[in-house]
Nanobody, 115 residues
Framework: QVQLVESGGGLVQPGGSLRLSCAAS????????MSWYRQAPGKQRGLVAL???????NYAESVKGRFTISRDNGKNTVYLQMNSLKPEDTAAYYC?????????WGQGTQVTVSS
């Protein structure tokens, strides 16, 4: 069993930056592929960024060049550095862990980009 706790969300002006963190409890964190998803009101939840257990990364086209996903296996934590934020980045952001047939979601953290 893995529990995921996100933090770091908040209100930021357009062009600003935020860093989200997702702390995982349980063992074998380094064996999980970790992702960030987001869901805006009235929209489906979609993938923002992925980092595999081998540290390969993948990003949604809308965030490439602005967001960076990273992980610290010693701290059981995955990060999402978000720069040059836009109003359309406003959403609830969720951490997701997957390994073979196991998958876990965090409770989400709200990011609001507004002047």
């Amino acid at each position: 069993q893995v529990q995921l706790v996100e933090s770091g969300g908040g209100l930021v002006q357009p062009g600003g930056s935020l860093r989200l963190s997702c702390a995982a409890s349980g063992s074998a964190f380094n064996s999980y592929d970790m992702s960030w998803y987001r869901q805006a009101p009235g929209k489906q939840r979609g993938l923002v960024a992925l980092i595999t257990r081998s540290n390969n990364t993948n990003y949604a086209e809308s965030v490439k060049g602005r967001f960076t996903i990273s992980r610290d296996n010693g701290k059981n934590t995955v990060y999402l550095q978000m720069n040059s934020l836009k109003p359309e980045d406003t959403a609830a952001y969720y951490c997701y862990a997957r390994r073979q047939f196991l998958a876990y979601w965090g409770q989400g953290t709200q990011v609001t980009v507004s002047s």
